[in-house]
């Protein structure tokens, strides 16, 4: 049973660095797939971050690819998120969900679906 | 990226059939058949319903399926029960390399 456990503080003072480490149980990240960073503000709908590969090549939503690096521990069979430069609007739920791929798909870099979720942590962006 | 739009709401009564809507580009939803469907319980994970347009889960119930037209793709839920009352989410891969949701549908059960 593949399960994932999202982990980090949760609250971080404006202008400073979200962190946030995702630790997969139950399957080997470098077996394959994409792993993926989601998050939900409050009241608010779904928002993609972005996704890697196990091998490390990594996309990311164009909105927010300034501020955002993915990184994977294959030794540790983690994989993380940091957000810099944060405001309130990155207030929200974040979610880490693995990101189902054929093998073909795995080796174009398309994404299919995201069919492990954590259970999300919530981070709150204040002063 | 724009968000996928889907209608704000739906609602049903219990044994009915309902369908959501999620309409996109030629660049997403229409470009490629990976568009997946997610139900979301208040203070609960997102949980996958449908991947791949139309293809279910090992262990979501049939009542849930999956269909697409052109640029916009559907989530039809038969036999309305309460416990299927839920946000619900859209999703598609893009041209840009990246994944994009829908708005979200919140289904009232009657």
């Known amino acids: 049973q593949v399960q994932l456990q999202e982990s980090g503080p949760g609250l971080v003072k404006p202008s400073e660095t979200l962190s946030l480490t995702c630790t997969v149980s139950?399957?080997?990240?470098?077996?394959?797939?994409?792993w993926g960073w989601i998050r939900q503000p409050p009241g608010k709908g779904l928002e993609w971050i972005g996704s890697?590969?196990?091998?490390?090549?990594?996309y990311y939503n164009p909105s927010l690819k300034s501020r955002v690096t993915i990184s994977v521990d294959t030794s540790k069979n983690q994989f993380s998120l940091k957000l810099s430069s944060v405001t309130a609007a990155d207030t929200a739920v974040y979610y880490c969900?693995?990101?189902?791929?054929?093998?073909?798909?795995?080796?174009?870099?398309?994404?299919?679906?995201?069919?492990?979720w954590g259970q999300g942590t919530l981070v709150t962006v204040s002063s | 990226q724009s968000a996928l739009t889907q209608p704000a709401s739906v609602s049903g009564s219990p044994g009915q059939s309902i369908t959501i809507s999620c309409t996109g580009t030629?660049?997403?939803?229409?470009?490629?058949?990976?568009v997946s469907w997610y139900q979301q319980h208040p203070g609960k994970a997102p949980k996958l319903m449908i991947y791949?347009?139309?293809k279910r889960p090992s262990g979501v119930s049939n009542r849930f399926s999956g269909s697409k037209s052109g640029n916009t793709a559907s989530l039809t839920i038969s036999g309305l029960q309460a416990e299927d009352e839920a946000d619900y989410y859209c999703?598609?891969?893009?041209?840009?390399?990246?994944?994009?949701f829908g708005g979200g549908t919140k289904l009232t059960v009657l």
């Open positions: 139950g399957y080997s990240i470098s077996s394959g797939y994409y």
């Open positions: 890697i590969y196990h091998s490390g090549s990594t």
């Open positions: 791949d347009v139309s």
């Open positions: 030629s660049s997403d939803v229409g470009g490629y058949n990976y």
């Open positions: 999703s598609s891969y893009t041209s840009s390399s990246t994944s994009v």
């Open positions: 969900a693995r990101g189902y791929c054929s093998s073909t798909s795995c080796y174009k870099g398309w994404v299919q679906s995201f069919d492990y």
